[in-house]
């Protein structure tokens, strides 16, 4: 695209149909109708949700283990509510960071049970943000995220936790 002078998703807008045909092949008609915002393809609302996250995008950047760890855990909170709002049990957390510089990194862990409680998926997700510090570049944004949820199981709320 490049080649062709397309460098934003305005040029590819500005280049007619036949353009992007003769260049793309079928492709080209694909590229005409999402630089155009058309897409015929059915809305799935009631598809299997497999991540529940929150994020938070901080006004000044964060240098310092403790103000990041204060960061989680509202992020963590936010989420698990979101879980036990819809019975949805998971087993992979996800932490996001965004620095200063725009570069961003996910650090994951998958253990072998269900989270049963909001401290279990804060703890891992500090144990992932941890190993970050110190940094040299501060922090812009933390966002934490849980997933790998087990479809065929709800919460049982009468179900005594062992820890």
Not at 36 to 55: L, M, N, T, Y
């Amino acid at each position: 695209m490049e080649r062709l002078g397309i460098l934003t998703g305005a040029d590819l807008k500005a280049k007619p149909l036949t353009f992007l045909r003769e260049h793309f092949g079928k492709a080209g008609s694909w590229y005409y109708r999402i630089s155009r915002v058309i897409d015929d393809r059915p809305v799935q609302p009631d598809r299997p949700r497999k991540s529940v996250g929150a994020e938070d995008t901080f006004a000044v950047d964060i240098f310092d283990l403790e103000a990041a760890r204060a960061e989680v855990t509202p992020l963590v909170e936010k989420v698990w509510r979101h879980c036990e709002a819809k019975n949805l049990l998971g087993r992979t957390v996800t932490l996001k960071v965004k620095f200063a510089d725009f570069q961003q990194i996910t650090r994951s862990r998958t253990v072998g049970t269900m989270f049963s409680a909001a401290s279990e998926v804060e703890s891992t997700a500090r144990s992932l943000l941890e190993p970050l510090f110190p940094t040299g570049k501060g922090i812009r944004l933390i966002g934490v995220t849980i997933s790998s949820f087990d479809d065929d199981r709800e919460i049982d709320r009468n179900q005594l936790n062992l820890i």
